[in-house]
């Protein structure tokens, strides 16, 4: 496995893997990774010859008062992790050469990126188009993979490859969760013992709004004031948003009736927690069929 901090020459291992006829693989990360990103890693190393994982934080994607400054950052752990996992490079750039001095180029899928966590982080889908376009030219992928615990990157990400005529896949991994139920997330590491026992909540919320839409609940509204009484029990100290909202143009609805996102972001203490449900097709269609 090699480290590659140099666009160069990341640029160079890519187009000879292309030439020898490999397909490539990109796995984005900022790092600290935990075993969510390594089931993306694993997806990713069965689908091509040639696999990359890229470990930057971004500081485009944070805003000045957010958590840029306390993201962790493990360099050394990951790579034992990406070595382990048969990953063959980590791309792992400097600030300075992602963003350099003068630097004036942005990427911005506009509307979806303004809603849900866009809301109350106008930039950051603004930082993640930008950094993800500027992977993509480096890495050059066939294919990329990305985690559905980040369900609104994943819609923005893969509007913008068809927006931008990339021919690269977009793949989505399923959420891991702890055994009780909480999404993995490099953030979970900042929870208090008492923010982690609350933290749980975010999933319960989930389920138990998928188990009203099993009893045949079919208002939104109805579902969101279920998963709000749960959230706004006890230890987590903020909601800033519980949503239902179409699966990939994520327009909020009011009847559920087909791909469905259920999403949240609540704050426990300082850290802000997401996480989400998709429900699919297939599920309302069972759901359907059990009600008859
Ligand atoms: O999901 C993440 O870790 C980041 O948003 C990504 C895709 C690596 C871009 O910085």
């Known amino acids: 496995m090699e480290l590659v901090v140099d666009v160069t020459e990341m640029q160079a291992l890519a187009d000879k893997a292309r030439l020898e006829g490999e397909r490539i693989a990109l796995v984005p990360t900022m790092g600290a990774l935990h075993q969510g990103h390594m089931s993306l890693v694993k997806l990713a190393r069965e689908r091509c010859d040639f696999l990359v994982v890229s470990i930057y934080v971004n500081p485009a994607q944070f805003a000045p008062e957010e958590d840029l400054d306390i993201y962790p950052r493990t ?54 188009s930008t950094i993800v376009a500027k992977l993509f030219n480096i890495v050059k992928p066939h294919i990329a993979v990305f985690g559905q615990k980040d369900a609104q990157q994943a819609v923005v990400i893969k509007r913008m490859t068809a927006d931008l005529n990339w021919d690269i896949e977009i793949a989505v991994a399923p959420i891991l969760r702890e055994e009780d139920g909480l999404a993995m997330s490099s953030r979970n590491r900042h929870l208090s013992a008492q923010e982690r026992k609350g933290a749980v909540l975010l999933h319960q919320a989930l389920s138990e709004a998928k188990a009203l839409l099993g009893e045949g609940e079919r208002s939104a509204e109805k579902l969101k004031k279920r998963m709000k009484e749960i959230i706004s029990a006890k230890t987590l100290n903020r909601i800033d948003y519980i949503s239902v909202v179409e699966a990939d143009s994520l327009r909020d609805v009011s009847e559920i009736k087909g791909e469905t996102l259920l999403a949240l972001a609540v704050y426990a203490g300082e850290t802000r927690l997401i996480d989400n449900m998709l429900i699919g097709a297939d599920d309302l269609k069972s759901i359907n069929e059990e009600g008859n």
Do not use: Q, W
């Open 75 to 128: 360099l050394e752990k990951d790579e034992e992790s990406c070595r382990g996992a048969g990953v063959d490079v980590i791309f792992a750039p400097e600030d300075k050469t992602m963003y350099p001095e003068r630097y004036s180029t942005y990427v911005n899928v506009e509307g979806l990126s303004e809603v849900l966590c866009g809301a109350s982080r106008p930039t950051h889908f603004r930082g993640v």
